[in-house]
């Protein structure tokens, strides 16, 4: 699985839009971006994934650039709850391996403030 | 979304013992469970993969006579850390991936380990 480079730290004021980087510039064209959070002493829970084109749920937007090597997490709104790591995955798609493995890297810590 | 349960939530044993943790899929089947460790301000690892009915496969430097995985049933994945000592205290979580769309994957809420 290609490897991701995400900043170790962010901080974002309650309300405002949180913008989280990622970059993956070692991405193959069978491989996908998904994003998972994980608040402090709980497991892991599923954001948003997307292949090209941007994607948007009721939790976040991503924002995939032309050549796929880098991605921008969008939370619209962010609140006290959404305090979190977040971790940006490449992971193959279904049919290539079973899609892979998520491999966990070191995440962004976001930090909402009031 | 789909849930995944873990039990214990908590566990606390002395060193020497034998723990085992429950991963189960409670909506939906998973014909692939994965665990993962993750000890204190760091990132989850991998430990290992398990398909249903089949032996487990390990990652690099997980020990599988330590960490005895087994995935009888798509709904059920055990892991069972043996002679249990200090540094195996972490935090352990299960993860599912669903057999019907083989893209989603949802995680359990962890286990916390603490071998005295």
């Known amino acids: 699985d290609a490897k991701t480079t995400q900043p170790p730290s962010m901080d974002c004021a309650e309300g405002r839009a949180a913008n989280l980087p990622c970059n993956h510039s070692t991405i193959s064209g069978n491989e996908y971006v998904y994003w998972y959070r994980q608040i402090h002493s709980q497991g892991p829970q599923y954001i948003i994934h997307g292949l090209k084109n941007n994607e948007t749920n009721e939790m976040a937007s991503l924002i995939i650039t032309e050549d796929r090597k880098s991605s921008t997490l969008i939370l619209p709104h962010a609140t006290l709850r959404d305090t979190a790591v977040y971790y940006c995955i490449v992971r193959a798609r279904p049919g290539y391996n079973q899609g892979g493995k998520l491999i966990f890297g070191q995440g962004t810590e976001l930090s909402v403030k009031p | 979304g789909a849930v995944v349960s873990q039990h214990p939530s908590w566990v606390i044993c002395k060193s020497g013992t034998s723990v085992k943790i429950e991963c189960r899929s409670l909506?939906?089947?998973?014909?692939?469970m994965f665990w993962y460790r993750q000890f204190p301000k760091q990132s989850l690892m991998l430990m290992a993969t398990s398909n249903e009915g089949s032996k487990a496969t390990y990652e690099q430097g997980v020990e599988k006579d330590k960490f005895l995985i087994n995935h009888a049933s798509l709904t059920l994945s055990t892991l069972t850390v043996t002679s249990a000592h200090p540094e195996d205290s972490s935090f352990y979580i299960c993860?599912?991936?669903?057999?019907?769309?083989?893209?989603?994957?949802?995680f359990g809420p962890g286990t916390r380990l603490t071998v005295t």
């Open positions: 993860s599912a991936r669903d057999g019907r769309t083989q893209n989603e994957q949802y």
């Open positions: 909506d939906f089947q998973a014909t692939t």
